[in-house]
């Protein structure tokens, strides 16, 4: 079997064979020498491709997980001013006189407001829905999402960083293998020059 069908092979076989990262993502194949992927000039296209293909894979989960690392930097900061206010109303007294607040109805928009002292909060939970919590419950429930979503940016961070880290080896390994061809060229145009200069040389009488 040649080295190029086991290239491919493995790229099938990644998911079951290959070490991953935390979060299920394959390591991409080192190439330290070019002669264990490929055993002839005739295999380099199809090991380039495969690498390429590998490439182009990581590319696509680089671009998803930047956008999900962009939500959540956009979503930490509202539950941590969700979970702050909660802990506000946790603090006050049941004989508290009603807190003045100015409230947002849109994004240019705001209205003030009478908030009496009341022993639970209503929270969206998205899809248009909004529940009532008791004020502890909503306080943990909050610092569970927080957490949860900062544990997920962290998670994020770390896979944006270990999925460069896979397209530069890939691409090292492509200028490896690219590399290796030319060289083999040039080694092989040089036997075929000296082969045609030894028969010029060679006379009929000796």
Request: charged fraction near 35%.
């Given at each position: 079997?040649?080295?190029?069908?086991?290239?491919?092979?493995?790229?099938?076989?990644?998911?079951?064979?290959?070490?991953?990262?935390?979060?299920?993502?394959?390591?991409?194949?080192?190439?330290?020498?070019?002669?264990?992927?490929?055993?002839?000039?005739?295999?380099?296209?199809?090991?380039?491709?495969?690498?390429?293909?590998?490439?182009?894979?990581?590319?696509?989960?680089?671009?998803?997980?930047?956008?999900?690392?962009?939500?959540?930097?956009?979503?930490?900061?509202?539950?941590?001013?969700?979970?702050?206010?909660?802990?506000?109303?946790?603090?006050?007294?049941?004989?508290?006189?009603?807190?003045?607040?100015?409230?947002?109805?849109?994004?240019?928009?705001?209205?003030?407001?009478?908030?009496?002292?009341?022993?639970?909060?209503?929270?969206?939970?998205?899809?248009?829905?909004?529940?009532?919590?008791?004020i502890e419950e909503a306080v943990e429930l909050l610092e569970s999402k927080l957490k949860t979503a900062q544990d997920n940016l962290e998670?994020?961070?770390?896979?944006?960083?270990?999925?460069?880290?896979?397209?530069?080896?890939?691409?090292?390994?492509?200028?490896?293998?690219?590399?290796?061809?030319?060289?083999?060229?040039?080694?092989?145009?040089?036997?075929?020059?000296?082969?045609?200069?030894?028969?010029?040389?060679?006379?009929?009488?000796?």
């Amino acid at each position: 079997m040649s080295s190029s069908k086991e290239v491919s092979k493995g790229s099938k076989d990644t998911k079951k064979d290959a070490p991953t990262n935390p979060r299920g993502i394959p390591y991409a194949p080192f190439v330290d020498k070019v002669e264990d992927y490929v055993s002839s000039r005739a295999e380099v296209d199809g090991t380039m491709r495969s690498f390429q293909e590998m490439i182009s894979k990581y590319q696509f989960m680089e671009v998803n997980t930047t956008r999900r690392s962009a939500g959540l930097k956009d979503k930490i900061p509202d539950i941590q001013q969700t979970l702050d206010m909660v802990r506000f109303l946790k603090t006050r007294e049941p004989d508290s006189e009603p807190l003045e607040a100015t409230f947002e109805l849109n994004d240019t928009l705001y209205a003030k407001a009478n908030i009496p002292y009341s022993d639970e909060v209503y929270l969206w939970l998205g899809a248009n829905v909004m529940l009532a919590y008791p004020i502890e419950e909503a306080v943990e429930l909050l610092e569970s999402k927080l957490k949860t979503a900062q544990d997920n940016l962290e998670n994020c961070e770390e896979d944006l960083d270990f999925l460069r880290e896979q397209i530069t080896t890939l691409e090292v390994a492509t200028a490896r293998v690219y590399n290796w061809d030319v060289s083999m060229k040039r080694k092989e145009k040089g036997e075929d020059d000296q082969g045609t200069g030894s028969s010029k040389e060679k006379s009929p009488n000796g």
